[in-house]
């Protein structure tokens, strides 16, 4: 009987020493399987983060339209509009900011604004000295907009100094209009501004369009909610709603444009136009492109003159115009003078 019970003993004990064996091999195959993998991901998510032709290419074109959105509670950038807009959903915020570090460093560089004596982490491919200059002014302009302009506490006030010039259509209500130009620039950038900025339901152009319609038969421009759409991260188009114009100011902006004389359409008068959901926002807006080419709504360089000005006159209370640059005050030139004329 003592001989069976060591033997079964020793039986048990050799079981147990062989699944001891087996679980150690098993953790080391898993172990081993999972550092080949993590090498995998972490190839992957290199080849993924590297820049191509077309991301750069992307990039420049979004950041010179859009900017960038800073948000200072945080100390950091906001890329969650700029991503969708510049089809950079693979990168991530770090990748990002990086690379527009890297790319304001040699924007700098070419346009001779700072020497190129410091490497930076991220390869950069150098752009003309003329490009450069574009979107570092463009740059600035839309960050002044966002985090200074739209939060100065004057605003209001100094906007009622704002003048008419030949870069906005007759029916314009300057104090009116160039507010909620701000806000929309803010929000959409200067990219599509006749689809974006016009045609945002928010925004107190929406009133022209209704006349601009009304003006040739045409049914007015409608509006359909398709769901939530990341923004971004302006908050101040916010306060579009909290500034919603009167009625008197809605009837004095359509007499206004009542007066404007229509323009030549190559389009027929009764085609629409849908515009795309990332122009919009959160929503889906069907509209006759006869109407936009009534409203007579500025080019894109005429918008950015008018934002210079309207910068201006904000921040120092001193009204600028295209033509009276030289005498718009040391402030500004040392603002935006060195890209005045890389501006359009």
Same mark, same amino acid.
């Given at each position: ?140 302009? $839309? /960050?002044?907009?966002?985090?200074? +302009? %739209?939060?100065? @506490?004057? =605003?209001?006030?100094?906007?009622? #100094? ?27 950038? $200067? /990219?599509?501004?006749?689809?974006? +900025? %016009?045609?945002? @339901?928010? =925004?107190?152009?929406?009133?022209? #369009? ?135």
């Amino acid at each position: 009987r003592l001989r069976r019970l060591v033997a079964s003993y020793q039986r048990n004990q050799k079981k147990q020493e062989q699944q001891q064996v087996q679980k150690e091999a098993e953790t080391r195959r898993k172990e081993k399987h999972a550092a080949v993998q993590k090498k995998k991901d972490a190839r992957k998510l290199e080849q993924e983060q590297r820049w191509s032709k077309r991301e750069e290419q992307d990039f420049l074109r979004t950041v010179t339209s859009f900017g960038v959105v800073y948000v200072a509670e945080t100390d950091s950038y906001d890329w969650s509009y700029f991503r969708t807009l510049a089809k950079l959903e693979r990168k991530t915020d770090d990748r990002l900011t990086d690379y527009y570090t890297a790319f304001i460093h040699m924007c700098r560089v070419v346009a001779r604004i700072v020497p190129a004596d410091q490497a930076e982490p991220v390869t950069v491919s150098p752009i003309p000295e003329e490009r450069a200059m574009r979107a570092l002014s463009r740059i600035d302009l $839309l /960050s002044t907009i966002r985090e200074e +302009v %739209l939060h100065h @506490p004057d =605003l209001d006030r100094n906007l009622s #100094l704002c003048e008419m010039s030949n870069d906005v259509p007759e029916w314009w209500h300057c104090s009116l209009h160039d507010r909620n130009l701000l806000l929309g620039v803010a929000r959409y950038g $200067l /990219s599509r501004t006749d689809y974006t +900025v %016009l045609c945002d @339901p928010n =925004l107190i152009f929406c009133s022209v #369009l209704d006349v601009a319609a009304k003006d040739l038969g045409l049914p007015p421009p409608t509006f359909e909610p398709i769901g939530k759409v990341e923004g971004s991260g302006v908050k101040s188009h916010g306060e579009a709603s909290s500034n919603e114009p009167t009625s008197s100011s809605k009837k004095d902006a359509s007499s206004r444009h009542a007066h404007a004389t229509s323009s030549d359409s190559s389009k027929s008068a009764g085609s629409d136009s849908t515009i795309p959901a990332d122009y919009s926002g959160a929503m889906q807006i069907s509209i006759s492109p006869d109407i936009i080419t009534h409203v007579k709504w500025p080019k894109e360089r005429h918008i950015v003159r008018r934002l210079q000005s309207l910068v201006h006159v904000v921040m120092y209370g001193i009204w600028r115009t295209a033509d009276s640059g030289a005498s718009g005050g040391a402030q500004y030139a040392a603002q935006f003078g060195a890209y005045d004329q890389a501006m359009y």
